[in-house]
């Protein structure tokens, strides 16, 4: 019936995929390279615990993204380099992330992803790059309920405006 009837990894990827793909792989990388400095200026042992899945994560999509790229001849980006463990008291206190700006940016980057995974999802034509994106999906949620959880419990959530209801006067 065609090209795209056989084995999805058969299947040649859309200049979409090819660029989604590459694009989540890199920003993966970049994010491992973030959050290994933001290990360095955690204190908080709950928040350095999500850091470390998030990086974990991160190298996971790196290495599934990487190889899927390889495997249909695209050069994946290039890696950064490792970050060095740093002494949180080495850090001056005016140079410091604060562990409530940290779970800030964790908790937007992880919305951000679920997003593009969810755009990668809905343009794929290759089952396996929608079902490798889905994954990604669902262990950014649980992460995501994880860092909400957290922000709550250490009064780091800092909530837009609230609706309050209030009594009518009759």
Sequence with gaps: ??????????????????FSVWQAS????????????????AGDKDLKKILNDLIDQAKQ???????LLTDNGIAPSPALPERPQVN????????RFTDPEI???IAADTSLGL???SQVMGQ???????????????????IGVRILEMTKEKGWLVPPPLQVKRIEEN
Excluded: W
């Design 88 to 95: 949180l008291e080495d850090i001056p206190v005016g140079a």
């Design 61 to 67: 999509e790196i290495k599934e993204c990487d190889t």
């Design 115 to 117: 997003v593009a995974c």
């Design 1 to 18: 019936m065609g090209i795209l009837s056989d084995n999805p990894k058969d299947e040649p990827m859309h200049y979409g995929e090819i």
């Design 124 to 142: 794929s034509i290759r089952v396996d790059i929608g079902a490798l994106f889905a994954k990604y999906h669902l262990a950014k949620t649980a």
């Design 26 to 41: 890199t920003i993966a990388k970049g994010m491992v390279s973030g959050y290994q400095a933001f290990l360095n200026h």
């Design 103 to 105: 779970a800030a940016k």
